[in-house]
């Protein structure tokens, strides 16, 4: 790891005024890709603005139609929350997923959303449930946030607050996890709202996206039948050691009908 | 150089380190805490498992300086004056360590499971160990020796 100079700030307002100050500066949330990253030398910031000491990012607050999610709360507190397991247990049920443990005591939503990843969890929750991020300057709807493979619509030095999760008449996740990393070879979040239903993949391609096709057809008949026989298309889905892109086409169909069959429950 | 005061095992400790020194490099290299181990270094094996205020952590992947101000638990702090700690006792009579590399990950590791699941199945224990790799036993002692440790550690 090449050296950087650590700042450790105590609100969010003084973080964001370090960033502009720093040459080449770098958020660190809860570390759990960007030091790995930093010790094989893929990146070498000249400062990190270490996150975990501003309390205002680590809550989690309900109201009656959305439950928000400080943007250092970790992946752990986030399955442990009663408040999310009890009115939003597809995001309690993904979290409780990721990695293994100890990566779940460290690793933060804030810092998996703004990484973008193509194969974390997190994203199907955002762009499935219609979620909102609210930044130091702004709200980001979950649908414009990610925007290519490990791109966001984040400017430059901006900072995520929170997530704004509506809740879900129903919700669930299902994932066929890589055996080693637990990273999602392909995950589908399936939400239904009053007015809309949404499905949202993560792992097969570049970066999360939605199947209207489903979507409609679940809008129809919300049952593992009324999609039985679609079938995205494997042009444009990720290819590597793990999967083919005809694989993680075909997975996707039967996580999307396995997340249905759950939310049902 | 940062300067960071921290509780190790009971101790307090102040000392410089440079910001890029890992935490488990710090406890073995600065501390000569080395019972802590370095395996994969790259956030698999769970090998280098220490509690950070009371969290199982993976101290290959956080900061030395991260960790100012926290309660830090390394595997030297389970034995009692000769006594090993019934987890411990639970892996050495169940015959869960064949090495002993991964040893003190995986009894770090376990210690903060049964915290949160003192009575742990099977299933429990595997799911709360998939962030510790072994590649001598095949796992099977060291899932009995983690529910006969908890079973230890209720009594």
Known sequence: MYDFRYHRPATISEAVDLFRQCDDGQYLAGGQTLIPVMKQRLASPSDLIDLARIDELKDISATESAITIGGMTTHAAIAASSEVRSRLAALADLASGIGDPHVRNRGTLGGSIANNDPTADYPAAIVALGATIITDRRRIEGDAFFTNIFETALEEGELIRAVEFPIPERAAYAKFPNPASRYAIAGVMVSKFADIVRVAVTGAGPFVFRVPDMEAALARDFSPEAIEKLQIPAGDLNADLHASPAYRAHLVSILAKRAVQAAKE | ?155
Do not use: W
């Open chain 2, 1 to 155: 150089m940062p300067t960071i005061s921290l509780t190790v095992n009971g101790q307090p400790v102040t000392e410089e380190v440079d910001a890029p020194t890992l935490l488990v490099k710090f406890l073995r290299e600065q501390l000569k805490l080395t019972g802590t181990h370095v395996g994969c270094d790259t956030s698999q094996c769970g090998a280098c498992v220490v509690h950070v205020n009371g969290e199982a952590v993976k101290s290959c992947t956080m900061l030395a300086v991260q960790a100012d101000g926290a309660e830090i638990l390394t595997i030297e702090s389970l034995a009692n004056n000769g006594t090993l700690h019934p987890m411990q006792q639970a892996f050495h009579d169940k015959h869960a360590l064949q090495c002993g590399f991964c040893t003190p990950g995986m009894v770090m590791a376990s210690i903060a499971l049964v915290r949160d699941n003192p009575d742990p199945s099977e299933d429990d224990v595997r799911q709360g160990l998939e962030g510790n790799l072994c590649r001598c036993t095949g796992y099977q002692n060291i899932v009995q020796a983690v529910r006969a440790g908890a079973k230890n550690m209720r009594d």
